[in-house]
């Protein structure tokens, strides 16, 4: 008996559900696949970019979705450099301090030879020209349409009705002062009868039923269809960051061209050229412990670049980690004070481990080097920080196409996700209030969205200019940046008013990535 018992399967006796045991259907598959995240954030990049980029989406588009992308090694100057650098010169990567400086020479002569007196400035009527507000505004309204319609009966528009209802309210001047001053501290009253009240007190009888209608007890439990639904007034709709791009288009700021940017003596990065999508091998440790030289995208460089850092620059950087940026930044050897700030702890720890790694012993940094976890809405130190790196946290857009693990297009972060432009704002116009007369500002981000981009920065320098009366200069940095042309793309044709943008490609895969130069002047 017992030999037969070990020859039977207990699977054939008893038969126990599962789900998938004969694997996921064909259009089973589709529909998780369409619900993930990063497919999210796709469909919302075709939908958005397409109205902005155009023609040139599509190549953004293959260009972000690649797995891999390039990367700069930035040379650890707190190691043994002399070795690193021959190291990286035989994997076949150029110095692009070398290619900005022979390139910078070479754009130099060739407007000689032209004669001409003032280089050309960026060209905002080009081909690929950003178009206007109102399709931006039409594309994103459409799309909160078919978001709210999809919460109420096919046949019931009350997505129109809502959306008309919002714009109505935001474009009302005097909304605020129509809407009952709840806030206002209520008078006592004299306590009265009930009566009294009663005889003088209007009910409303559109909701009594009363027995001369005839009604049975069975019309009484007809089901009736939901027309609105509670709490939608507080729904965040895509197109409502928008509505926060639009109030300081009208806002008059002055630009002024810069011709150079000037490459920091010490700072060395090593890049492949143009079509070589060749990989770095990982860093490693020196003789001293440090690690040899750092990773990072190419364009990640440019935001410290444009701050101008000169010797005995006090700098912020407003929002840190991981580090990349404040290690670009100590390898100028330029800031006599460098504070690192994030808001997030957990992110602040990964900070600190990166300086170690390549700064040795931090004790050696007292006194020069900050780590703080603040809020950078928060921080209120005036007047000290000479240079500010603001690169705030935004909707990575590249990150988001390839992880599911705190994708910004979870349904649970869509709040926070919409939400972004004014935190964006806020955190730009704190830097702004506390940098000193002559100081500037390098405002950052991973995304190729115009209203986190140019909209922040018009709204951030409206609002100071309204509670400061401080006057701020946005530096034009299309000159600046030609020769740097040879191993960037930069999306200046698509009609930015203040910032430069690099947007990836095939042939060069770095970004996406915004930045914008701002320097107080009063």
Known sequence: MTYILRKIKVGSLIREPRRYK????????????????????LAYFDDFYQTIYRSMWPTIREAMLCETHKYVAVVNNFADTEPIVQKLQLLGALNVSDLH????????????????????????????????????????????????QSLFPPDYDAAGQFIDSKEKQNEDENYEDEVPKIKKLLEPSQMRPIEEDLKSVKVDENRIIKPSTGLTSAALQEFIPATKLKGLDDYILESDPYQHYKEGSEFQVRVEPESTIEFPEHLKIFAFEEGNNSRFPPPRRSLNGTFDYYLMDGASILPVLALGLKPGDTMLDMCAAPGGKSL???QTLYPQILVCNDSKLSRLHHLEDVMNEYLGNLDHWEGRLFLTNKDARGIDDENIYTKILVDVPCTTDRLNLHTEENNLFKPSRIKERLLLPELQTEILLQALKIMPVGGTVVYSTCSLSPIQNDGVVQMALKKCWEETQS??????????????RCIYRFGNDFGLKYGNIVVPTPKHNWGPLYFCKIVRVN
Do not use: C, F
């Open 22 to 41: 004969h694997g996921i259907g064909k259009w089973q598959a589709l529909r998780i696949k369409q619900n993930l995240p990063k497919e999210k954030a």
């Open 101 to 148: 400086r022979v390139h910078k020479e070479n754009y130099e002569e060739r407007l000689r030879r032209r004669g001409d007196k003032v280089p050309p400035q960026k060209k905002p009527d080009s081909e690929l020209k950003l178009v206007s507000q109102s399709a931006i505004a039409e594309r994103l309204k459409s799309r909160a349409q078919e978001e709210l």
């Open 328 to 330: 670009v930044a100590l």
């Open 471 to 484: 006057t701020m200069i946005v530096k034009d940095l299309y000159e600046a940046l030609a020769p740097l």
